[in-house]
Antibody, heavy 120, light 113 residues
Framework: QVQLVESGGGLVKPGGSLRLSCAAS????????LNWIRQAPGKGLEWLSY????????HYADSVKGRFTISRDNAKNSLYLQMTSLRAEDTAVYYC?????????????WGRGTLVTVSS | DIVMTQSPDSLAVSLGERATINCKSS????????????LAWYQQKPGQPPKLIIY???TREFGVPDRFSGSGSGTDFTLTISSLQAEDVAVYYC?????????FGQGTKLEIK
């Protein structure tokens, strides 16, 4: 079964750090261009970060640049998001999502998400 | 950044009736070299992740019922559900992938009247 499964969410204090993971199965992970997207409670979707299949190309949204770091381990079929200096406004469900198979920038596979709550 | 604006914010339609959701981009998302509109639509049901239903503005994703259709070009786009079914209750989002950052509309909540 082709799927992405996020983990690592939880409750963290403002200023704290958290590392999210996304495990892939049923697909050739090393061919996939991957992203992190978040959704604040009751709100819309915000693209955060992209990493190429090799990991050589990375992009960030301005809202997380300098605080979040995307990475991947193709040997472990895993994607990561290291989050630091967390703020209350980072509270959201975090999804990993794959670009289309022909590498255009729409998302044809999403994980179920992991909830990050930033609160004291 | 390209701003995507959807209308209406919410919509109530009777079962079997047509539902229409609009999406307007602040810049053209039609790429002249291949004549394709870099516009996708997603459906998000409660407690679930978004699901791709339309890409290239009008191409249905595999397995999506043909009551869903997309139209438009340039800056103005429409998602139409020709005959609303109970399982279509969801929030629908448009997304441009013409330029980075990829941006989404604010969402349209579709309910049964």
């Amino acid at each position: 079964q082709v799927q992405l499964v996020e983990s690592g969410g939880g409750l963290v204090k403002p200023g704290g750090s958290l590392r999210l993971s996304c495990a892939a199965s049923g697909l050739t992970f090393s061919d996939c261009q991957l992203n992190w997207i978040r959704q604040a409670p009751g709100k819309g979707l915000e693209w955060l970060s992209y990493i190429s299949s090799s990991g050589n190309t990375i992009h960030y949204a301005d809202s997380v640049k300098g605080r979040f770091t995307i990475s991947r381990d193709n040997a472990k079929n895993s994607l990561y998001l290291q989050m630091t200096s967390l703020r209350a406004e980072d509270t959201a469900v975090y999804y990993c999502a794959k670009y289309s198979d022909d590498n255009y920038w729409y998302f044809n596979l999403w994980g179920r998400g992991t909830l990050v709550t930033v609160s004291s | 950044d390209i701003v995507m604006t959807q209308s209406p914010d919410s919509l109530a339609v009777s079962l079997g009736e047509r539902a229409t959701i609009n999406c307007k981009s602040s810049q053209n998302v039609l790429y002249n070299s291949n004549n394709k509109n870099y516009l996708a639509w997603y459906q998000q049901k409660p407690g679930q992740p978004p699901k791709l239903i339309i890409y290239w503005a009008s191409t249905r994703e595999f397995g999506v019922p043909d009551r869903f259709s997309g139209s438009g070009s340039g800056t103005d786009f429409t998602l139409t559900i020709s005959s609303l079914q109970a399982e279509d209750v969801a929030v629908y989002y448009c997304q441009q992938y013409y330029s980075t950052p990829q941006t989404f509309g604010q969402g349209t909540k579709l309910e049964i009247k």
